[in-house]
C-alpha cells in the first residue's frame, strides 16, 4: 500500500517554470550573457546547477568570476517572479485525495524552506504537507552536487517505510532518478523543468500530464 507521496517543488507542485526562466535570464544578462529560450532551458536544466551552466555552453572562466553574481540575480528575481505562480493543475485534487486517504504528503526539494512555506501559505497548501526536507536559507549544495534525496531517505527511514510505500514524483531527471535508486515507484510529470524526452529516456514508471492522474496510479499501485 502506499504510504507516502514525496514531491519535487519547483516545476511539479509549483507552475514556476516561466518564472524561473525570467530570472535565469536575468542573471544572464547581468553578466553579458545571451538570454535562452524555454526550450533550451528545458533540454540542459539539470542538478547539480554547474552541470546545466556548463550545458548553456558558460566557460570555467566566466562561472569563477561572476557565479555568486549570477546566483546573487536569479534569487531576487526570482522570488518576486514566483509570486504569481499557480500550483500545477491537478495538484490541489491530489492533495485532497491524499489527505483523505490517509497518505503523507512530504516535498522534497532544492530550495529553501523559508520560501517554499510562504508560498504554500500563499496557495493555501501548506496544511496537505507534513513536510518539507529542503534547504536552509543560504545552503546552495545544489550548484555542486545532488543532496536533497538524502533528506527524504532519511525521513523514510524515520517513518519506517519500505521503499514500495513510497512514490517520488517529479519534472525532471532528477527524481526519477533517485526512485530508481532507493526502490521508490516513479511519477514524471510533463511541462515543467524538462523536455518530454528527456524524461522519457529515464522511463518512469508512470508519465503523467495533470498530477491528478496520480490518483489513478495509486489505486492501480494498492490493487496489484
Excluded at 534569487?75 to 491524499?98: C, D, I, P, S, W
Excluded at 531517505?153 to 513510497?166: H, N, T
Excluded at 522511463?203 to 492501480?220: C, R, S, T, Y
Aim: with cysteine.
Amino acid at each position: 500500500m502506499i504510504k507516502l507521496v514525496a514531491f519535487d517543488w519547483n516545476g511539479t507542485l509549483l507552475s514556476d517554470t516561466a518564472p524561473t526562466l525570467r530570472a535565469e535570464n536575468e542573471a544572464l544578462r547581468a553578466v553579458g550573457l545571451k538570454p535562452i529560450t524555454i526550450l533550451k532551458f528545458r533540454q540542459t536544466f539539470d542538478i547539480p546547477i554547474m552541470t546545466y551552466w556548463k550545458a548553456l555552453g558558460l566557460s570555467e572562466l566566466v562561472l569563477k568570476r561572476h557565479m555568486q553574481t549570477i546566483e546573487d540575480v536569479f534569487h531576487l528575481n526570482y522570488e518576486k517572479f514566483a509570486n504569481q505562480a499557480r500550483t500545477r493543475a491537478g495538484a490541489k485534487e491530489l492533495l485532497v485525495y491524499l489527505g483523505g486517504h490517509k497518505i503523507q504528503s512530504v516535498i522534497y526539494s532544492n530550495h529553501n524552506i523559508p520560501n517554499i512555506h510562504r508560498q504554500l501559505v500563499r496557495l493555501d497548501i501548506g496544511k496537505f504537507i507534513c513536510k518539507i526536507l529542503a534547504n536552509d536559507i543560504g545552503e546552495n549544495k545544489q550548484v555542486m552536487e545532488r543532496h536533497k534525496e538524502k533528506r527524504l531517505l532519511e525521513f523514510i527511514r524515520e517513518r519506517g517505510f519500505s521503499p514500495r510505500q513510497v512514490i517520488s514524483i517529479g519534472d525532471t531527471e532528477e527524481e526519477i532518478q533517485v526512485g530508481k535508486q532507493y526502490g521508490y515507484h516513479t511519477v514524471a510529470i510533463t511541462g515543467g523543468y524538462n523536455t518530454t524526452s528527456r524524461l522519457k529516456k529515464q522511463h518512469p514508471d508512470f508519465l503523467i500530464h495533470n498530477l491528478a492522474e496520480v490518483k489513478g496510479i495509486i489505486k492501480k499501485l494498492n490493487n496489484a
